[in-house]
């Protein structure tokens, strides 16, 4: 979805791309279908986070959703019932999330370079301020990803009891993370391992990881109780809007 230069982007910043995952099943939601398609105050949960990554300002290029294979069905229903007319690429994913990236990248494959940012499709309340901070220090770094700090204690668990952690030094990880293309295109070339919990934790080994401040309010929707404070702040924000 090309887009003309605005005040968040402009000619000379390198092509934009995203990869929404959502291969959720919705199990832990106890819900009828998988949790990217929950009802959030109206619209599918999916719909919001790529409305959120096709805001013109940004300067996205080509968005790929990825599902598994047998909700395509569903999505493409979902996309006529709701008149989503919003350009982006439908891709299978894989097992695991890891293959499903992988699966997203394989469908960048021709695009020479770029900058790619990788997000949960269930984040459906993602600021534009947060992925545009997000693809600016990818730009420069190579690898930044979204996270805030912890608000609570932390402690870590020890064969006798626990310890305590200091959070000052800890943080929340988020999406988006964004990566110079072709860096994230080596890093999934490697073997997959049961370590890689995100796609930092893929590239980490060939590019430093840089850090940028995230929202509290990009939660990541998997229990009952994520889609009530969704429903609270989504409210709050459109009725400041």
Not at 31 to 37: C, N, T
Request: hydrophobic share 45%.
């Amino acid at each position: 979805m090309a887009s003309a230069a605005s005040p968040l982007t402009s000619s000379s910043t390198p092509p934009r791309y995203a990869i929404l995952v959502a291969g959720g099943s919705g199990t832990r939601m106890g819900a009828d279908r998988p949790k990217q398609f929950l009802n959030l105050l109206g619209e599918p949960v999916l719909l919001h986070t790529l409305r959120r990554f096709a805001q013109p300002e940004l300067g996205i290029e080509q968005c790929v959703v990825v599902l598994p294979a047998e909700q395509f069905a569903t999505w493409e229903q979902l996309c006529r019932e709701f008149s989503i007319s919003i350009p982006h690429a439908v891709v299978a994913g894989g097992e695991t999330r890891w293959a499903s990236v992988r699966r997203g990248l394989a469908y960048l494959a021709e695009q020479p370079a770029g900058l790619v940012a990788v997000h949960d499709g269930v984040r459906p309340l993602v600021s534009a301020a947060v992925i545009e901070q997000t693809y600016a220090a990818a730009a420069t770094h190579g690898a930044a990803v979204a996270a805030v700090a912890p608000k609570d204690s932390v402690r870590g668990l020890a064969q006798q009891g626990s310890y305590a952690l200091d959070r000052s030094r800890l943080r929340l990880v988020q999406t988006p993370q964004c990566f110079e293309l072709q860096l994230l295109w080596r890093a999934y070339q490697l073997p997959e391992l049961p370590t890689f919990t995100d796609d930092a934790s893929v590239v980490e080994d060939l590019q430093p990881i840089y850090l940028v401040p995230g929202d509290y309010r990009n939660l990541k929707i998997t229990t009952p109780e994520d889609l009530i404070v969704a429903e609270a702040l989504l409210r709050a924000e459109l009725g400041a809007g």
